[in-house]
């Protein structure tokens, strides 16, 4: 039987080729799947951050822990056993809490008397008298605020003896003094307007235009373009002084927070207006006695901006995952992950997924992983350990399942290579955040997250959904310097109107800004 060699080879060539476009439309299909468990995974998680509560906390941390079976790691046995009130508390209205909550207010008593014709005796019609009072009620008055317009006049004295004997009709004068304006010419603005107006504005998240709407109801003309220059003007005579003395203290500290946030600025030379720029946050840390928080606005999101503005900085630097962090900053400063942004990853895989399969997936063993280590913190905290009593507790408990944590997510990050579906994600920032994630537990004043910082962004991120965007750079600069004041009156326990009318009624009269930060003694006294 005779073979035709050219037809077997051109069958063999046929075949090869077609296993190789079967190989590849394989391929092609896989890659096709896994981009659609992405896109699903991505409305998952779109659903979730729309409807779904925003907290990220688990339904109860201690029970992940427990599914790790080592009770006894976090188990404190000399601690002496609760009694069963304690165990069982049943939660009851406090007895006087409203009298408490109002006692600092004024109290005004209305007495509600009969008529005179009606206080007669009902059985000998005699006269009655007042025998006694009951308070049946208390009620909490709104008194308007009240707008006046306050003169002030200079007096000019001169000599009577003078007046009648001079001879080229010369007399002396003297004047009263007359303390300083505000902002000079602008004679309408006052401290305590001032001081409203900034704390609507950056306290309450009141923007300028809906102000300009209420002064007009009761009859004010004052347009949102003058009290923007009035706020512009109060940081460059008062403010900058006092931010830049807030800086200054804040380089003192050895450990900081920092993070930023978007901030749209219209005009702003060689930009166009939809171009994003950004306000930087710095604050201390939680071990500090001076606690101060600060915002700077730059017109761009670069490491140089955080290098230039912690220019002078030695220590640990709380942060996110954000890379300029890590590859901008002078080498004297010690960049420290943050291990709640670690866990958002699991948390948003989760999200992302059917609720059927959580529990079994990789993404709720990370998870895991991530509530063991901040039970651990909890337990130390409600144990009031010191900076060096949690700095041994973490490398005798945390460490270890840090550790074991990182083992886990490298052996998966090596099976699973799919960096671009969610739990890859969270994978690939685990395996490459590790150092500084690990730098956490080298000293035991740093904290397991950067949520101190975010908390801090967060009056800021509440006020731009209103204000929306500034129109120039003065602007905010501005606006980041009144920022960082009232959030730093915030964490010293000052109430921010006070500090506000404080800062106006001294700063412009020559107190010395050094007396006017806000631990110093007055401002502890009239503002706290």
Known sequence: MKVDVKAAESWHEKYDQSQAEVTELRGQIEKLQQQLDWFAQQLRLANASRFAPSSEKTAAIMDQVSMFNEAEATADLELPEPPIDEVT?????QKG???????????EQVIHELPED????PVCNGAMHAWGHDV???????IPAKYVVREHVQTAYACRHCEKTAVDNTVPMLKSTVPAALIPGSGVASPSLLAQILNHKYVLALPLNRQEEEFKRLGIALSRQTMANWVIAAHQKYFAELFNLLHAELLLNEILHADETTLQVLRENGRKAKDKSYVWLYSTSGDTRRPIVLYDYQPSRAGECASNFLNGFRGKLHTDGYEAYHCKLPPEID????????????TDTLKSLDKDIRAKTPSQTGLNYCDRLFALEKKYKKLELTAAE???ARLRESVPVANAYFAWAQKEYDQNPTPKCSFGEALTYAVNQKDWLMNVFSDGRLELSNNRAERCVRPFAVGRKNWLFCNTPSGAKASAAVYSIVETAKVNGLKPHEYLLFLLEHLPQGVPTQECLPW???VQALCR
């Open 97 to 107: 809490k409203r009298e408490k909550d109002f006692s600092e207010l004024p109290v």
């Open 89 to 93: 508390p049943r939660r009851r209205k």
């Open 136 to 142: 049946l009620r208390r009620e909490l008055v709104v």
């Open 335 to 346: 960049v420290t992950g943050c291990w709640a942004h670690m866990r958002r990853y699991f």
């Open 118 to 121: 009606q206080r007669v005796c």
């Open 390 to 392: 949690r700095y041994e």
């Open 520 to 522: 110093s003694d007055a």
